[in-house]
């Protein structure tokens, strides 16, 4: 069991994860005719290839978020700190 608390940016992270795999998995289904032989999809399942895009967006928009709390709770810390000794 984790018992790590969530961090901001977890949740877009994981999103972004799996809306990319579906998208790399269209990509797969959408090529494999061209391969095969076979005829093409029609243009809109090319369209949810571009899912992959997006998933990559979202991760990378939840990696920002995650550094940007990491930041503000080391600021937080050190304003908090011990005071300054200088005179």
């Known amino acids: 069991m984790n018992t790590e608390t969530p961090r901001a940016g977890d949740a877009l992270v994981r999103t972004g994860g799996v809306v990319f795999l579906v998208g790399a998995v269209a990509t797969l289904v959408t090529v494999a005719p061209l391969f095969l032989g076979t005829d093409p999809f029609p243009?809109?399942?090319?369209?949810?290839?571009?899912?992959?895009?997006?998933?990559?967006?979202?991760?990378?928009?939840?990696?920002l978020r995650s550094a940007a709390a990491q930041r503000r709770a080391a600021r937080a810390s050190r304003a908090g700190g011990p005071p300054s000794t200088r005179g």
């Open 43 to 63: 243009a809109a399942a090319y369209f949810i290839c571009m899912l992959m895009g997006v998933g990559f967006a979202l991760a990378g928009a939840g990696v």
